[in-house]
């Protein structure tokens, strides 16, 4: 039988967020991500300032089925690398997809993305969709207008609903301190 080729770790070493953790990495910045094939993204730095926007991973005729992950776990570390350290990230955990490709598609970002966490010992956490909209608009139940309106009314200026998404995201990570509060 051939041998692993990672080495093991501690079972103490699981990531996910929890109060204590959250408390005790305030330095930092927080990624805030909707995760899919355009991706929505916003950080908040370690000064303050919140900048965000939106990334495409779309494949190439010539990528293979992997590449796309890839490449987004490159941006990763880019934006880890741009942000002087994430201390944490948040992402919007859907339950539901419209279609077998889309539930593919984000299960290998969901994937990708936790590992890369886990590699690099920062804590993550999933927030529902219906939290995400409450918090931001109001309504659990809110369509992507008014969760873009939402956001423009709290004074961002998002291109799309995956941009927006992903501002409602880290608002709701700052305003509850993680979930915490």
């Known amino acids: 039988m051939a041998s692993t080729?990672?080495?093991?770790?501690?079972?103490?070493t699981h990531t996910q967020l929890d109060s204590e953790k959250v408390q005790a990495r305030r330095t930092g910045a927080v990624l805030a991500?909707?995760?899919?094939?355009m991706l929505g993204w916003a950080i908040r730095l370690d000064g303050g300032a919140i900048e965000s926007g939106t990334m495409s991973f779309r494949p190439s005729r010539y990528d293979?089925?992997?590449?796309?992950?890839?490449?987004?776990?490159?941006?990763?570390d880019i934006v880890a690398r741009d942000a002087a350290g994430i201390s944490a990230v948040y992402f919007?955990?859907?339950?539901?997809?419209?279609?077998?490709?889309?539930?593919?598609?984000y299960g290998g970002?969901?994937?990708s993305l936790t590992a890369w966490c886990e590699q690099n010992r920062i804590p993550y956490e999933g927030v529902p969709?219906?939290?995400?909209?409450?918090?931001?608009?109001?309504?659990?139940?809110?369509?992507?207008?008014?969760?873009?309106?939402?956001?423009r009314n709290r004074g961002f200026n998002p291109a799309d609903d995956n941009e927006a998404d992903a501002i409602a995201i880290l608002l709701w990570a700052i305003d509850t301190g993680g979930g915490v509060r």
């Open 33 to 37: 991500l909707d995760l899919g094939t």
């Open 64 to 76: 293979g089925g992997g590449m796309r992950y890839l490449r987004f776990r490159g941006w990763l």
């Open 5 to 12: 080729t990672l080495a093991r770790v501690a079972s103490d």
């Open 129 to 151: 969709v219906g939290t995400i909209k409450r918090h931001v608009s109001g309504k659990g139940n809110a369509d992507k207008a008014a969760v873009i309106d939402a956001v």
């Open 109 to 111: 970002f969901l994937a």
């Open 92 to 105: 919007e955990e859907v339950r539901r997809h419209a279609g077998t490709d889309a539930a593919h598609i």
